[in-house]
């Protein structure tokens, strides 16, 4: 299985702060990488497919980077409803992975 | 827009069989998506069961492939899992999505139901 991991686990920021969270594969995914938004007690939400494309109606501020094995979310001025937890899932390769989670609090 | 609502038992007892229902609406199953099982417990975190096209073509995860069975109904626009030889480990938060390989990958899920495992 390719193994997913995310950092950091967990991370305090303010309102307003430029916020980077990182994902890395265990093996090459060429961009077939998607992030997700959770909040508690919620279904994750669709951010990012395809490492970088956006999916309709999310925010402009969310952004999908990288390929191969390295990626990164950026969340670019983060706003009060954006305290969540974040998780990157590959589907390049089966089974489907998921990484363990980053969970943005605030500061 | 399509819209997926989870369905089934919400207590299992140990060795039974799980046996959920993911009903869609607002599309056609036989639309060009796969339609999915995901997991998540406190243990193990977010975990892919596993696919089915409207083929009837299946994916699992091999962790799980020996007691999973995901199935269609194409005149009722549902399908199903069903997880066998069910324990503790087993108790998690139970997600159907869709999945477009080359679209727009894990883009629609159900609001997710909850399996417990006990006697």
């Known amino acids: 299985d390719i193994q997913m991991t995310q950092s950091p686990s967990s991370l305090s920021a303010s309102v307003g702060d430029r916020v980077t969270i990182t994902c890395r594969a265990s093996?090459?995914?060429?961009?077939?990488l998607a992030w997700f938004q959770q909040k508690p007690g919620k279904a994750p939400k669709s951010l990012i497919y395809?490492?970088?494309r956006l999916q309709s109606g999310v925010p402009s501020r969310f952004s999908g980077s990288g390929s191969g094995t390295d990626f990164t979310l950026t969340i670019s001025s983060l706003q009060p409803e954006d305290f969540a937890t974040y998780y990157c899932q590959q589907y390049n390769n089966y089974p489907y992975t998921f990484g363990q989670g980053t969970k943005l609090e605030i500061k | 827009q399509v819209q997926l609502q989870e369905s089934g038992p919400g207590l299992v007892k140990p060795s039974g069989t799980l046996s959920l229902t993911c009903a869609v609406s607002?599309?056609?199953?036989?639309?060009?998506?796969?339609w999915t099982w995901v997991r998540q417990s406190p243990g193990k975190g977010l975990e892919w069961i596993g696919e089915i096209y409207h083929t009837g073509t299946t994916n699992y995860n091999p962790s799980l492939k020996s007691r999973v069975t995901i199935s269609i109904d194409k005149s009722k626009n549902q399908f199903f899992l069903d997880l066998s030889s069910m324990t503790a480990a087993d108790t998690a938060m139970y997600y159907c999505a869709t999945f477009r390989p080359t679209g727009e990958g894990f883009d629609i899920w159900g609001q997710g139901t909850t399996v417990t495992v006990s006697s």
């Open positions: 395809a490492a970088s």
């Open positions: 607002g599309g056609s199953i036989s639309s060009t998506n796969w």
């Open positions: 093996q090459g995914l060429s961009d077939y």
